[in-house]
């Protein structure tokens, strides 16, 4: 079935949807406030969530492999959670100081993380990378950030580049150019920005040799998340924590995502001891979070104790009790059982989506690790973001489309969350749909 025809089966589905875009068109650019979650010929807007499903204002009901773009390990609205976001909230919804629910969440996360030596909470995955950005700055003295083509960092200047971009535009594979992933990227920000190949340990080597005396920190999401949940090749991080230790560059891992996959997220699952670590979704029990931390040295910075600290970090919202409890009571939830679980549900649907593609000798690929999962249209070696392109620039959003309709909702590009909330009739289902969709293709 083409896009025209998945679109319009959507659009006869959801009237209500469209009725309320056409209002918010009136007072928002696009319809809305996240850029992510806008698509063609309009998104449904949802009434409420419980467990693995959520319904929209037409009532439909969809089993949601989004998970608020992977947030929502637990599932939509469990128990525990709402019960302790609800208990904090009947005391007062926010202070002009700290809480205690501050202090256990962030004794909880040092206890999971040892690189974590000491964090700070911010309200955002972008807020915990653009301070982490500035801390290195300050830590080193140098000027700029290396990064991976194909790495989402957040909406901070400083990481909006080559997260996308048009290979053609982006040079040489090996060596890859900064490409500003909006409009409004001042230029200034491309020459302080290092862009390096995923997963080519030797060309990292080489431009971070010529580069690393300029270079105060490299930052890494550990499984390439926007570019499709592509897992580091053997031994790919343990050489850039050689690399960086012997440049004297600090070495950040991006785990808003990959926190996912283990108890101490993927430094444990690939056994890295990174500088600094940045944190964000699950941690807040579905709401807005984010947090920063690692060396003591370092975090050190902060401390206002002795005078004036070297940098000053604010933000009225930041470690609001609500969110702090609610983090924690998920963590709490999340014991060694829970991600055995998770991760044999993970390995369930790859199996089963990769057995279905190679069966029907169709292009595709589904690559991940533990909950987290992407699909791919392509038949080439994915190794990078450019390998995972696909060859038919149409074809995610045709299955983006064709699986809301048969009642399963995934991202647009096709990366996928699986929840606790979940069962192995659930996984099994995803897989009957996708192979209705490709069917219909």
Known sequence: MSVDKEESEYA?????????????????????????????????????????????????????????????????????VVTAAQDAVAKGLSFPGPTEYEIRLAEALTRRIPSLETLRFTNSGTEATMNAVRLARAFT???????????????????????????????????PKPVAWSAGIPPAVLKHVVVLPWNDADACAAILDKEGATVAALLVDPLLGIGGIIPPAEGFLARLREITERLGILLIFDEVISFRVAPGGAQERFGIRPDLTTLGKIIGGGLAVGAFGGRRDIMDFYDPRRGKARISQGGTFNANPATMAAGLATLEALTPEAYARLDALGDRLRGSVSRFLEGTRRR??????????????????????????????????????????????????????????????????????????????
């Open 12 to 80: 006869t589905k959801t009237a209500r949807s469209r009725a309320l875009h056409e209002e918010a068109l009136a007072v928002m650019p696009g319809g809305n406030s996240r850029t992510t979650t806008f698509f063609d010929p309009y998104p449904f807007y949802i009434q409420r969530g419980q467990g693995a499903t959520i319904w929209d204002a037409d009532g439909n009901a969809r089993l949601d492999f989004n998970g608020n773009y992977t947030s929502l390990i637990l599932g939509h609205a469990p128990e525990a």
């Open 364 to 441: 595709g690929q589904v690559t991940g690790v533990g909950s987290l999962f992407c699909l791919h249209w392509t038949s080439s070696h994915i190794v990078d973001y450019r390998s995972s392109r696909p060859k038919d620039l149409e074809m995610p959003m045709r299955v983006f489309l064709g699986l809301l309709n048969e009642g399963i909702l995934l991202t647009q590009r096709g990366l996928g969350a699986i929840s606790l909330a979940m069962t192995e009739e659930d996984i099994d289902r995803f897989v009957n749909a996708l192979a209705r969709v490709l069917a219909r293709g």
């Open 141 to 175: 003295g140098r000027p700029k950030i290396a990064k991976f083509e194909g790495a989402f960092h957040g909406t901070h200047d400083w990481v909006m580049v080559s997260v996308t971009p048009d290979p053609r535009a982006g040079g040489s594979a090996r060596k």
